[in-house]
Structure formats: C-alpha cells, structure tokens
C-alpha cells in the first residue's frame, strides 16, 4: 500500500492518503485510494478506478467513482498522453484530463493540462529530482512541481500550494 501525508490544497489541513492497487493483467489495474482529514477525523475522499496503460501509445486511461467529504457520490475519467523529446524519455511532454461528474452525470470539475517533465535521476547520490512546468489549459493558470525522492511541492501562479511527502 502506498501512503503519504498531504498538505495543502482547498482544506488546508493535513491529511492521510493511501492507495492500493491490485493487477488485473498487465495492462490494466484496478486502483483503491482514499484519504483523512486530521482536521475533522474523518474520511473526506474514497475512490476506485479502472486504469488502463498503453506504452506502445505512452497513454493512461482511468474511469471510477468517487466520494467525497461533500457527501456526494460521483464519477471521474482520466487520460494522460505522454510524447518523450529525448531518446531515453527523461525529458518529455504530458498531456492530461480529468473530468468528474455527480450521480446525474453533470460535470462539476474538469481540468486540462499540458505540461513540460524533466526527470533527473542520481541528481545527488540517492537523489532523483523531477521537475514539472504546466499550464492548466481550463483556468489559465501556469504552475509548477519539484519532486525530491519521496517529497513533492506544487505550486500555482496564483498563490496556492500544496506538499506531499509519501512514507
């Protein structure tokens, strides 16, 4: 099971997020995931999804359900194209949607992105860095990430962050 500590994001509180994910073949995965709110004690998202990977496309593809701390129940889709500028891959470029739904099918978020990836592997010893530049196509908002081995910041233009350090 994966697990990290989130902070950050509209709660501002810190929560616990795990995710479990179990293989359905080798191409595609059934993925549990859910957090806590510390700030309230209790659960404030769960999801399942479906997740498909095609590498010979660099695609990813994922449909599920969600609910969250709203009490609303609720449907996702995800996809996620990657196209390498390098022959090993460690530079590329990522584009990426997500769409979430209530019960009835209206959409309640949707969110596009394109985004600039440079992974550095042995940046110090036993250090592997990625850096991220986006753009969030939908809300015109540039944004940033840093990943350290297991820390992760984002960052958006407009002032809002979030911290990520998975145990």
Do not use: C
Not at 54 to 74: M, N
Not at 132 to 160: C, S
Request: hydrophobic content about 40%.
């Amino acid at each position: 099971m994966e697990t990290s500590l989130r902070l950050g994001g509209e709660s501002k509180s810190l929560r616990i997020h795990a995710k479990e994910k179990f293989p359905l073949s080798s191409n595609f995965l059934f993925q549990a995931h859910g957090e806590i709110d510390t700030s309230i004690a209790a659960p404030s998202y769960l999801a399942i999804l479906m997740r498909g990977y095609f590498p010979e496309l660099s695609a990813k593809i994922g449909v599920g359900v969600h609910y969250d701390d709203k009490k609303q129940l609720g449907y996702t889709l995800r996809g996620k194209k990657s196209f390498p500028l390098t022959s090993n891959g460690l530079v590329g470029v990522n584009i990426k949607g997500l769409l979430l739904t209530d019960q009835e099918y209206d959409v309640k978020e949707k969110l596009g992105a394109v985004e600039l990836s440079w992974s550095i592997f042995n940046f110090r010893r036993n250090q592997d860095v990625r850096l991220k530049v986006g753009y969030e196509m939908l809300h015109k908002m540039p944004y940033f990430q840093v990943r350290e081995n297991n820390w992760t910041i984002n960052a958006f233009l407009d002032g809002k962050w979030n911290l990520r350090y998975d145990l």
